[in-house]
């Protein structure tokens, strides 16, 4: 998937094309940088409708690749690069979203896996409870 950015491109825009691809992870933006392997903590996120080109000074004219074989790491370095943008991937957990953080060196393939585990296994268990109760 290449995600190219345009004047018009709002932070929404971007969420929605990466959800698409990898249904069990989620990309946000703040306001704050991070390393690699760290977390985005005491930032601002950016609200969906915000336009990309007023959030960087950078020039807008530039693509990112995002590849199922990419880290999570390297596909966050990749926006702070290419357009100054602080980008911070997170993990559907059952009901919750964590920031991959602690696993950047994993691909968005092996990520999005393990959300859709931790999902199958969540509808599992819930199944399990409630045939318990019967």
Request: charged letters at 25%.
């Amino acid at each position: 998937m290449k995600i190219v950015i345009y004047e018009t491109t709002t932070v929404n825009d971007i969420q929605q094309r990466f959800s698409t691809a990898y249904p069990f992870l989620s990309i946000r933006f703040c306001n704050t940088p991070h390393g690699i392997g760290e977390e985005s903590r005491k930032t601002n996120w950016y609200k969906g409708e915000m336009r990309l080109r007023d959030l960087t000074t950078k020039s807008l004219d530039n693509a990112v690749s995002i590849e199922p074989s990419v880290t999570t790491g390297a596909v966050e370095q990749a926006f702070e690069t290419a357009f100054g943008l602080h980008a911070q991937i997170f993990r559907k957990e059952g009901e919750r979203w964590v920031q991959t953080a602690g696993t950047d060196a994993l691909t968005l393939d092996e990520q999005n896996e393990i959300g859709r585990v931790a999902a199958e296994e969540q509808q599992g268990a819930g199944w399990g409870d409630r045939a318990k109760r019967l």
